[in-house]
Nanobody, 114 residues
Framework: QVQLVESGGGLVQPGGSLRLSCAAS????????MGWYRQAPGKQRELVAT???????NYADSVKGRFTIFRDNGENTVHLQMNSLKPEDTAVYYC????????WGQGTQVTVSS
């Protein structure tokens, strides 16, 4: 079965950096676009970034120039490098793949606070 496992969240000060990772199993990873979403308390889940099977990234306007999504097809992982973090980036971050239906990881908490 499809399994997505996120890691790398934590507490960071404003202006700091974090790298999130998502390990995928149960799929032929290189064939599928992958995505990162986030959900802040009291808000709807929103798209952060996606990466196509050929490695092209797309970003929400709120993170452009600060976040980078990249993938390692040999390791079946997708990463989200987050720089210049802001308090409004605080959320639970989820890895996603859509194969007919959406599959989600368990999420990893990112807290940006001084």
């Amino acid at each position: 079965q499809v399994q997505l496992v996120e890691s790398g969240g934590g507490l960071v000060q404003p202006g700091g950096s974090l790298r999130l990772s998502c390990a995928a199993s149960g799929i032929i990873f290189r064939r599928y676009a992958m995505g990162w979403y986030r959900q802040a308390p009291g808000k709807q889940r929103e798209l952060v970034a996606t990466i196509s099977s050929d490695g092209s990234g797309n970003y929400a306007d709120s993170v452009k120039g600060r976040f980078t999504i990249f993938r390692d097809n040999g390791e079946n992982t997708v990463h989200l490098q987050m720089n210049s973090l802001k308090p409004e980036d605080t959320a639970v971050y989820y890895c996603n793949v859509r194969i007919i239906v959406n599959y989600w990881g368990q999420g990893t908490q990112v807290t940006v606070s001084s």
